[in-house]
């Protein structure tokens, strides 16, 4: 039986996770965060001493692609509208979200032996139940037959406020410049990898949400998704 896969790309702090948990709860599907997957393995990789300063080498990349094979991960929604994330029983929602795990996350990202070992993972969470695949290569790579694809992004500027906001809401401390300068250094990691770079898919629908709130985007994205066959109740 073959289950229906939207995939949403595109770079950190466009949106992605508000329009892919909407998207979720109204088509009752599985969540994908492939974002959260490499700040999990980058996570895990740096408290196994695993990432350092120093330049990774061929026997680093297969010691971090052996420890990602190992893992146990879930993304569990709860009742507060958030997703949890599960790795080994043990939460790590709290813990990846920060700008230093992000930076872990981009260099294990560009990893040929890592992504290997992530994909098949992936893959089978596509062949349990509709799929909301949230990342940066979902329609290129990973699902790239996905029924819907869509590339959300957002200025560079916009998504460095985003990310202060979020932070000072959730009463941390936040340098907009040092926020905007590592999204910029990250975008240019992402883009001009040669791994996979993150671009839209040839048939993705690409949405700038710079000046667009979470409820637009939503209804944008449920429009085109309709429009290629996706059934919403709502």
């Not at 029924?147 to 401390?173: C, I, M, N, P, W």
């Amino acid at each position: 039986m073959s289950f229906p896969v939207i995939t949403i790309d595109g770079p950190s702090g466009a949106g992605k996770g508000t329009l892919c948990l909407k998207l979720a709860q109204a088509l009752n599907y599985r969540l994908l965060d492939s974002g959260a997957l490499y700040r999990i393995v980058g996570l895990k990789a740096f408290e196994a001493g695993l990432l350092t300063d120093k330049e990774l080498t061929a026997t680093d990349e297969k010691n971090i692609a052996d420890l990602t094979a190992q893992l146990d991960i879930q993304f569990i929604p709860r009742d507060s509208g958030e997703v949890d994330i599960v790795v080994d029983g043990t939460s790590v929602a709290g813990e990846i979200r920060n700008e230093t795990v992000g930076g872990y996350a981009s260099k294990v990202a560009a990893l040929p032996k890592v992504r290997a070992a992530l994909l098949a993972l992936q893959k089978n969470m596509a062949n349990e139940a509709g799929l909301i695949a949230d990342g940066r290569d979902m329609g290129t790579v990973v699902f790239p037959d996905a029924d819907a694809k869509v590339y959300l992004t957002a200025s560079a500027e916009a998504r460095a406020d985003r990310r202060v906001a979020q932070l000072k809401q959730a009463g941390q401390s936040a340098d907009y410049e040092a926020i905007l300068n590592s999204i910029k250094q990250r975008d240019e990691r992402d883009e001009n990898r040669s791994v996979a770079p993150s671009k839209p898919a040839e048939d993705a629908l690409v949405l700038d949400s710079s000046q667009l709130d979470a409820d637009e985007v939503y209804v944008k994205i449920k429009k085109f998704c309709q429009t290629k066959g996706i059934c919403f109740s709502e």
